[in-house]
């Protein structure tokens, strides 16, 4: 891996399908890193240049030099974009890792490509998601909290490569993360509402795809379809699927639906 240093925080990133000039940056949520994509990797890499980010705090060795907040790895972003004298970006990011991929496109205002790619955000957050996220930050509540969530997340599958992220490589980053991502989700609702109002004010100059599989109820993809059909430059594409993971269960699919709409 590659590392830039940000502030003090080493910054890691892969840098793969060098020859190609478009270029795909991935970003994980919270408690994740590169490895959420080593099955997408690949076939991105087949028609771009793609780096897959560790935030800060979230590299090999778990540097730790103090808090942070979300919009801190908005800036790493921003700074490796600079370092590599990217011009035409693309970001694909996943769950709460698209409030960083928004705050990103916001501070780059006429420079950013006017697409992005969000996968499997949660649009319109539910009560007992809310309930999770709150007591998820706080020391005496936030291991439940976080088992109820793996519990959810690996319920309805057998697939190894997700039951293995949630279960191994999540829990690496320990409590304090968590309950630090869990904060900063929280803050990030409590601020905007949900992500299609987060959104919104950058819908002249800001075309979304949202990529997802979950929830799997019809009236959530209906409520996005509706929205959509008020608000063309938001396009939702549901993918097969049964976990809040497709970038693994389903990567050639997501794969497909990225290419087409950068494309």
């Not at 270029?23 to 997408?40: E, S, Y």
């Not at 496109?105 to 790619?117: F, I, N, Q």
């Not at 279960?167 to 601020?191: Q, V």
């Not at 063309?232 to 639906?257: C, K, M, Q, S, Y």
Request: proline share 4%; with cysteine; hydrophobic share 35%.
């Amino acid at each position: 891996m590659k590392t830039l240093t940000v502030d003090g925080w080493p910054i890691e990133y892969t840098d793969s399908g060098t020859e190609h000039e478009r270029t795909l940056i991935l970003l994980t949520g919270w408690a994740q890193d590169h490895r959420l994509f080593k099955n997408l990797e690949p076939i991105l890499a087949q028609e771009f240049r793609v780096l897959r980010v560790n935030f800060r705090g979230h590299d090999g060795l778990l540097t730790d030099n103090g808090d942070f907040t979300a919009s801190d790895m908005a800036s790493d972003v921003l700074a490796i974009i600079e370092h590599l004298s990217l011009t035409d970006v693309r970001l694909v990011s996943t769950s709460h890792g698209c409030w960083v991929n928004v705050d990103v496109h916001d501070r780059l205002g006429d420079a950013s490509l006017g697409k992005t790619v969000v996968i499997d955000w949660l649009m319109a957050p539910f009560d007992e998601f809310h309930r999770q996220i709150r007591e998820g930050h706080q020391e005496a509540t936030y291991y439940a909290a976080r088992r109820s969530m793996f519990d959810e997340w690996t319920a309805s599958t057998d697939n190894l490569d997700v039951v293995d992220h949630v279960n191994r490589e999540m829990t690496w980053f320990g409590g304090e993360m968590w309950r630090r991502a869990c904060r900063e989700i929280e803050k990030a609702y409590a601020t905007w509402g949900d992500p299609l109002k987060r959104m919104t004010p950058l819908s002249e100059r800001l075309d979304v795809r949202h990529i997802y599989s979950q929830p799997l109820s019809s009236e959530y993809r209906d409520y996005q379809e509706e929205f959509a059909s008020q608000n063309p430059w938001f396009d939702p594409h549901h993918i097969p699927g049964r976990t809040h993971f497709p970038t693994l269960e389903n990567p050639e699919a997501v794969a497909a639906a990225i290419t087409e709409f950068y494309r």
